[in-house]
């Protein structure tokens, strides 16, 4: 059809028109794919949550890798450099804390270290969101205080600093299998080894609470027995 001898109206009628004929039927496509997408995401879940349960370890070291390259990449790409900044410091305290954390003999001053280093990124990465998300609502700088949020996710993540083999490491009182092998005196901390200023509790305060957030444990570190630790204070923090 030649639309040149069409006046405006009647030519943008059969353009409409055309668009569509051409488009007839896609209303069912378009249903399909949010069906698929729909299910793709429930699998996938699905998937996640069976990987998680059964290779936890894998699992824990692909979702930190993850966490810790993807800032990089957009960082890198978007020209934050004030987030390469906080993540090359970042990565390399965290790089150093592991170095600590892997030496045999482990140095007994070394879980503290370790529980010191995460509860700092867990304030740090909470006072900043608090300060992001009240500049969000007054709409003023939001996003050059958010960029530095993203570092929470990898200290939340499960460290492969666990405090069992910390503790462990340490050859002190805690024993993997079951009982421990050797008796705990009652001026001893069980996490850390050190000496206590008073016979009761067992534990250091600051290394039962590092206990609580790197591993999120609810088991005694001496003896393994399950214990509620929101008896003994309902915030680790």
């Known amino acids: 059809v030649d639309l040149s001898h069409l006046s405006p109206e009647e030519r943008w009628r059969v353009e409409h028109a055309r668009m569509h004929a051409k488009h007839r039927g896609h ?30 370890r894998s699992y824990n070291m692909v979702t930190l890798f993850q966490m810790w390259v993807v800032p990089l990449y957009f960082t890198i790409k978007l020209y ?92 002190q009182f ?18 850390c080894g050190l000496p206590l200023n008073v016979l009761l509790p067992r534990f250091h305060e600051f290394c039962i609470r590092g206990w609580c957030i790197v591993g999120k444990k609810q088991t005694c570190p001496y003896c393994k027995e399950k214990v509620d630790l929101k008896r003994m204070f309902s915030n680790p923090y």
């Not at 996003?143 to 990898?154: H, I, Y």
């Open 27 to 56: 209303e069912a496509m378009h249903a399909e794919m949010v069906l698929i997408l729909i299910a793709t995401l429930v699998v996938a879940q699905l998937l996640l949550v069976q990987w998680k349960q059964r290779h936890p």
């Open 80 to 171: 934050w450099w004030r987030f390469l900044v906080i993540w090359v410091l970042f990565s390399a305290v965290t790089a150093f804390v592991t170095f600590r954390a892997t030496r045999k003999p482990l140095v007994q001053t070394t879980p503290r270290l370790v529980y010191k280093w995460f509860l700092l990124i867990y304030k740090i990465s909470y006072a900043t969101g608090i300060v992001g998300y009240m500049a969000v609502m007054f709409t003023l700088f939001g996003l050059n205080l958010l960029f530095s949020r993203a570092d929470a996710g990898v200290g939340r993540v499960p460290s492969p600093l666990s405090p069992l083999s910390l503790c462990s490491a340490l050859a």
């Open 174 to 191: 805690y024993s993997a299998s079951g009982m421990p092998t050797k008796h705990l005196s009652d001026s001893v901390c069980a996490v």
